[in-house]
């Protein structure tokens, strides 16, 4: 059973930058970030694994990055440019998802944190 715990959220205005953490008990092959927005489903948002490899949705690409700290099993969500259809539940994930294609996909995460809020005003 892996722990993860969710920090950093906030609110920011439109062009500002949040950076998320997401600390965990334990080790896992890939961790990626997901956003829910009310009223719309869970989306992947950005990925990485192990061994350095990422995926970042389009919708976020060239603005998020996810970096990792191995050492204290923090997952990291630098947030840059931050537009207000940006604002969401994040949700930090844990699995064993393989395969570039796959790393998005919720459903091969087994270890979910608790969510922390992210609202970007106008």
């Known amino acids: 059973q892996v722990q993860l715990v969710e920090s950093g959220g906030g609110s920011v205005q439109a062009g500002g930058s949040l950076r998320l953490s997401c600390a965990a008990s334990?080790?896992?092959?890939?961790m990626a970030w997901f956003r829910q927005a009310p009223g719309k489903g869970r989306e992947g948002v950005a990925a990485?694994?192990?061994?350095?490899?990422?995926r970042y949705a389009d919708s976020v690409k060239g603005r998020f990055t996810t970096s990792q700290d191995n050492r204290k099993r923090t997952l990291y969500l630098q947030m840059n440019s931050l537009k207000p259809e940006d604002t969401a539940m994040y949700y930090c994930?844990?699995?064993?998802?393989?395969?570039?294609?796959?790393?998005?996909?919720?459903?091969?995460?087994?270890?979910w944190g608790q969510g922390t809020q992210v609202t970007v005003s106008s």
């Open positions: 994930a844990a699995g064993g998802a393989r395969g570039w294609s796959l790393l998005l996909e919720r459903t091969e995460y087994n270890y």
């Open positions: 990485l694994t192990s061994d350095g490899t990422s």
């Open positions: 334990g080790y896992t092959y890939s």
